[in-house]
């Protein structure tokens, strides 16, 4: 325990990006802000002032969230940030960049409008999970301020400060074996065609399905809501932009896979590796069982710890070669740059990121509507699909950067025509 005392007293202080994290400063602009939101919409309107006092709590116990960037002589840093983080009603458009004077350097912000409170995150500070652990903790201690009774369980963060070092640990670093290097390189993916639209305007469109008939109609074909849905992604763009002709590229879907479910970890940091699932396409017809029986049999293989630990020690193999620590940071980014263009959007078609259900404990039940998940504006790629369920209802949170609502239609009305009641929500009035 004494190391752990002393690894938390220095960390909390300042500490590396952890390696995911790493890409993040060097291929964000005005164009990509590697920002997603998670939010929550409560039974009554919010209250700010109320909001801000329930803010300070929660940075008060996540450290990895109450810091600042840096810029070293060779990596970016975080350190903590002596400035303070405030609260602000949700004027402009979703998932834009985080402007640090607004935010006093912090990496994230909090809105609110109404009855919704929405945490924007910039993805160097951590994940889908660390993410709505601190939305859950910063709603538990606002129901709490506003006189609610709530007994927390294991799904709040609760509690002064931070106790364990392992919320603040890079557990791609813990979990690393220098014996198992996988290759990055794969084929290129091929893109979706359609009129773009500035990232600024991006388009979001959701879903509302009730859960236990999307699990049902997942289980009944042998799958998992996961694969089910990534199937049905690859399905849409063929139907709608490829059927009849083929393309010489594979339709694929990446996939990020919560690595919490196959090591032990509980950092609030980045924690995730990937999967690209997908299928080239040919001149003929190709049923959607067949394409789901194909990303069900990749996405299986790809699962397997070996393979997990092959695909993200890649990359920290990457950060800790001699080189690569000794390079200076301005030189390191035009690699990361680099890397980026290789092996990032261009190698695949989407992106398809499900949280899961998001469990709260049983006494904040009654004052919350629903949570939402929704990825930012992609560059390369012309759309992205976020999944987040609640107390029975799975949100299918589509965003897109092209005018054409073709895959989300073809989307959603499949699942229409077996049967799923969906109730449809937009930001731009699209009708599906």
Partial sequence: MPN?????????RWYKLDNAAKIYPA???????SVYRMSVELMKNVNPKVLQTALTLTLRRFPTFDVRMQRGLFWYYFEHNPGSATVSEELAPICRPVNLRETNGYLFRVTYYYARISLEVFHALSDGTGAITFLKTLVYHYLTLTGRRIVPDESIVAGE????????EDSFQKYYDQKAIGSRAEEVAYQVKGTRIPPQNLR???GIIPLDAFKQLAKDAGATITEYTAAL?????????????????????SIPINLRKHFPSTTMRNFTSYINVGMTFGAGSYAFEEILASVKAQMRDGIKKDKLIERFGANVSAERSPFMRLTPLFLKNIALKTAYTLYGERLVTSVLSNIGVVTIPE??????????????APVMNAFSCAVCSFDGSMIVSFSRVMEE???????????????LQIVIESNNGDGL
């Fill in 4 to 12: 752990d005392d002393k690894a938390l007293k220095n960390e909390n």
């Fill in 27 to 33: 291929v964000t602009n005005a164009n990509r802000a």
């Fill in 161 to 168: 400060r931070c106790l364990s070092h392992s919320e603040i």
């Fill in 204 to 206: 979001v469109t959701q």
């Fill in 233 to 253: 992604m690859i399905d849409a763009v063929f139907e709608t932009q490829l059927k009849g002709r083929g393309h010489k590229h594979p339709v694929k879907v």
């Fill in 363 to 376: 006494s904040m039940k009654a004052d919350i509507r629903r949570f939402n998940f929704i990825l930012g």
């Fill in 405 to 419: 609502a073709d895959i989300e239609r073809y989307f959603f009305r499949f699942l229409a025509a077996r049967g």
